[in-house]
Nanobody, 114 residues
Framework: QVQLVESGGGLVQPGGSLRLSCAASVSIFTIYAMGWYRQAPGKQRELVAFITRGGSTGYADSVKGRFTISRDNAKKMVYLQMNSLKPEDTAVYYC????????WGQGTQVTVSS
């Protein structure tokens, strides 16, 4: 059973930055493409960014140029650097396998507000 533990969320002012981390307890982590997703109140969960096992990345248009996804295969970690945060980025953020999600973790709350 795969466990995903997200951390690093918090309250930040518009224009601020946060770095999210995700620890994955999965064997052979390197073979999986991973993604960051978010779910705002009253909205469906959406894909924010993904990174392939080879390191190629993709981003939702709403975060392109502001967010950066990365991974550390040795540590089985995935990161999301979020800069120039906006109030509309407020959501619970989750990491998971890209394309075929495993069971979801608890996520980490990001609140962007002045």
């Amino acid at each position: 059973q795969v466990q995903l533990v997200e951390s690093g969320g918090g309250l930040v002012q518009p224009g601020g930055s946060l770095r999210l981390s995700c620890a994955a307890s999965v064997s052979i982590f390197t073979i999986y493409a991973m993604g960051w997703y978010r779910q705002a109140p009253g909205k469906q969960r959406e894909l924010v960014a993904f990174i392939t096992r080879g390191g190629s990345t993709g981003y939702a248009d709403s975060v392109k140029g502001r967010f950066t996804i990365s991974r550390d295969n040795a540590k089985k970690m995935v990161y999301l650097q979020m800069n120039s945060l906006k109030p509309e980025d407020t959501a619970v953020y989750y990491c998971n396998r890209y394309g075929s999600p495993w069971d979801w973790g608890q996520g980490t709350q990001v609140t962007v507000s002045s």
